[in-house]
């Protein structure tokens, strides 16, 4: 009965490679995130998506490609990975826009690109 | 300037002790503040919001004042398991559904 959790837990391939990382939460909520965490432990945001459409999309490089089949679900699709695309990568959910207090994340998907 | 700059630490302490943490932030239209907490290889977890007028949860006490854009936290009787990364958050004024993290400060009480 986990909240929100993530596939895979770890991923370790090759730089030039595509693969792809799925969230899922049970709570019922309509806003989910996908954050990365570098080696210095920064947490920054990359996408939202509220009720399957996207609302936050900061400065990532398009080779990343969140998909929300249903408000469920936020994958997210790497193309072209790159050594610097090594991360801890976290989804998150929260009950609706405006209410940034009650986010709450999944365990997390190492990433390493070798 | 970061947006949301923390001291990183580590801060080693003994179990008993009392440690304060700080933060800044800086754009001074931000509202909302919080207090996350990190374990090692962890997701993070909603410690505490922090209010104007300053709140308390058992041991934990945030502190905000807006005039210096900085929030702290005090932690009282400090426990073996408070050791973690503790986040400091911030939400973007343009767009509350952001959360601005800080690079996080290391706990670590010793026996």
């Known amino acids: 009965d986990t909240a929100v959790s993530q596939t895979p837990k770890y991923l370790v391939t090759q730089m030039g490679n595509d693969k792809s990382i799925k969230c899922e939460q049970n709570?019922?909520?309509?806003?989910m995130y996908w954050y990365k965490q570098d080696s210095k432990k920064f947490l920054k945001i990359m996408f939202s998506y509220n009720n399957k459409e996207l609302i936050i999309n900061e400065t990532v490089p398009n080779r990343f490609s969140p998909k929300s089949p249903d408000k469920a679900h936020l994958n997210l699709h790497i193309n072209s990975l790159e050594l610097g695309d090594s991360a801890v990568y976290f989804c998150a959910s929260s009950p609706g826009q405006g209410r940034p207090e009650t986010q709450y994340f999944g365990p997390g998907t190492r990433l390493l690109v070798l | 300037r970061k947006e949301v700059e923390q001291d990183p630490g580590p801060f080693n302490v003994p179990e008993g002790a009392t440690v304060a943490f700080n933060c800044t932030y800086s754009n001074s239209a931000s509202q909302s503040f919080f207090w996350y907490r990190q374990d090692c290889r962890k997701e993070p977890k909603l410690l505490m919001s922090?209010?104007?007028s300053g709140n308390e949860d058992g041991r934990f006490t945030a502190q905000l004042n807006r005039a210096s854009q900085y929030i702290s936290l005090l932690i009282r009787d400090s426990k073996l398991s408070d050791s973690a990364t503790y986040l400091c958050?911030?939400?973007?004024?343009?767009?509350?559904?952001?959360?601005?993290f800080g690079q996080g400060t290391t706990l670590q009480v010793k026996p």
């Open positions: 709570l019922g909520h309509d806003t």
């Open positions: 958050v911030v939400n973007n004024p343009s767009n509350t559904g952001k959360l601005i």
């Open positions: 922090v209010y104007s």
